[in-house]
């Protein structure tokens, strides 16, 4: 009976993921990146009453930049022209911004067409008494008034909504989450391996984001990338007879790779340029926002198996072939594009 239900989880499990990678397929026809959920981060510092040093960084991770940009009080002005320069993922602009007597206080910042985006925007003001606010700003919410008696420490749900916004738009985690969930055999191995993946990147997104150990973000995508790849030869190679390193210890390998995506997220934390003091809170928000999202997605992906089951729905034999095909190549593409990244800073 055990071995009959196993098998009935596997069937309807790569149904599922059929159907799961021709809709990934689907969604990327036209836009083949990941990581379209990247934070963008405004920094103000106040050098005298009224002036201050502006940072802008928008995230460019896997292609142009999104078209939004900060709006200021009327009294603001900019006198000279900004900097603009290209980092890895990013563009920062900087310059400066005088305000007057005034200064920003009452005054309200907006990020203009952050409404028409998916992305968060972390905004920090620090002021010349040595005061300072943050403030996480998202899409239906894209403006706030200046207040300098605001909190001053980090919001600490705007990090969760960040995490949870990572994993379900980043769809190179979830293709690999999906490849996990097509190997594992059954319920009780996937709760191991999962557990595993978590372990893993929870491990290095502790231990890059207090800078123990420090990787390039950009080589990281791009084995990310691979160990998507990896998933899916696994899984085309195992329709030919040939049982991997996965499909024995599948625990091991979701260990082994979470170490990299961990880094991966902790990415994501580096680029947003995160206060020293507030890196605790920060971590732990997001962190718990990624296993959020993580949970969610395997949840929604269970519950299709279980209506599938339900529903007895006979699927064409070469569905089967879809999965690894699909996600593989997604996966390759992706790779060869970050290793363009590499060699083009």
Not at 116 to 137: C, E, N, W, Y
Not at 262 to 268: N, S, V
Not at 290 to 296: H, K, P, S, T
């Amino acid at each position: 009976m055990r071995h009959l239900q196993r098998h009935q989880f596997t069937r309807a499990l790569r149904n599922t993921a059929s159907l799961f990678s021709i809709l990934l397929l689907a969604g990327t026809v036209c836009d083949l990146r990941a990581h379209t959920s990247l934070p963008g981060y405004l920094e103000l510092n106040e050098t005298s009453p009224g002036s201050f040093e502006m940072l802008w960084r928008i995230p460019a991770a896997e292609g142009p930049p999104p078209a939004i940009y900060p709006e200021f009080p009327a009294n603001c002005v900019v006198p000279k022209q900004l900097v603009t320069q290209e980092a890895p993922g990013s563009v920062v602009e900087r310059g400066l911004i005088q305000c007057g007597p005034k200064g920003l206080a009452g005054g309200s910042i907006e990020i203009e067409n952050l409404q028409v985006t998916i992305l968060d925007v972390l905004v920090r003001i620090t002021f010349a008494d040595g005061t300072s606010i943050t403030q996480m700003l998202r899409p239906l919410a894209p403006s706030f008034v200046v207040h300098k008696d605001a909190k001053s420490h980090v919001d600490a749900m705007g990090y969760v909504r960040l995490g949870i916004g990572h994993i379900l738009f980043g769809i190179d985690h979830l293709l690999f989450v999906l490849g996990l969930l097509l190997i594992v055999p059954g319920p009780r191995m996937l709760l191991k391996t999962i557990t595993a993946f978590t372990i893993a990147h929870t491990t290095t997104l502790a231990l890059a984001t207090f800078g123990v150990v420090h990787l390039a973000p950009t080589p990281i995508e791009a084995v990310i990338a691979l160990s998507i790849v990896f998933l899916a030869a696994e899984l085309a190679q195992h329709r030919r007879g040939v049982q991997g390193l996965t499909y024995r210890k599948p625990w091991l390998v979701a260990f082994a790779f979470g170490l990299l995506h961990g880094f991966g997220f902790a990415g994501t934390l580096a680029r947003i340029g995160i206060p020293a003091h507030d890196i605790p809170l920060a971590l732990f928000s997001f962190n718990i926002g990624v296993e959020l999202g993580q949970i969610a997605f395997v949840t929604a992906v269970l519950a299709f198996i279980y209506s599938l089951r339900t529903l007895e729905i006979q699927w064409p034999s070469w569905t089967y072939r879809v999965p690894p095909y699909a996600i593989g190549s997604l996966a390759s593409f992706w790779f060869l594009q970050r290793c363009a990244l590499i060699f083009s800073f």
